[in-house]
Each structure stands twice: as structure tokens, then as C-alpha cells.
């Protein structure tokens, strides 16, 4: 099981396309999307080992100018293929030992 989050990110108009590629590659599922306050916002489902270096990627992608917050929401099943990772990461910290 792992720890799954709410994210509301707020991002300028002409970004809207780098932070969602961001976002798919740290396998978030993205709920919904509307304009605020001059921005875009994006909701989304992130689970929280994709988001440890996220503030310094959205910086990046937005040139300082995207918001963005996290509140949890619950634990889900890890997805096969990152149990299987996992799993081989672990066995190979096992036999270094």
C-alpha cells in the first residue's frame, strides 16, 4: 500500500502543458482542470513517492510563477509493475548486506 494525495496546482496559461507532462510521468491521475484567479488549476491523484522533488521540478517548469498543494487522501495497492521494482530494489540491498 501506499500513500495517495490531493494536488491543486495553479499554473499559469502558457505552462499548462509541461506541469501535466510532469505530472503523467509521476504517475498522477489528473480529476479535473478550470481557470482561477488568472490561472489554470489542475487537480489531480498523486501518489507520494513520485512527489519528493516536485516543488523544485514545477519551479522549473513555470519559472517560479505555479502554486501548488497536497493534502492526502488515502492509502492504494501499489501497481504491479512498481511492486516488482520494489521488490528487486529490496533483494539487491539484501544480498549487498
Known amino acids: 500500500m501506499e500513500p495517495v494525495y490531493n494536488l491543486e ?6 505552462r499548462m502543458g509541461d506541469v501535466m507532462s510532469d505530472l503523467q510521468g509521476r504517475r498522477a491521475i489528473v480529476q479535473g482542470m478550470s481557470s482561477e484567479k488568472g490561472f489554470e488549476k489542475i487537480t489531480a491523484r498523486v501518489p ?7 516543488s523544485t521540478a514545477l519551479r522549473s517548469n513555470t519559472g517560479g510563477r505555479a502554486m501548488y498543494e497536497m493534502s492526502f487522501f488515502e ?4 501497481p504491479p509493475d512498481v511492486q516488482e521494482q520494489l521488490l528487486k530494489e529490496y533483494e539487491e540491498s539484501q544480498e549487498e548486506e
Open 48 to 54: 507520494l513517492a513520485e512527489m519528493s522533488n516536485y
Open 9 to 14: 496546482v495553479l499554473v499559469p496559461g502558457d
Open 75 to 78: 492509502y492504494q495497492q501499489v
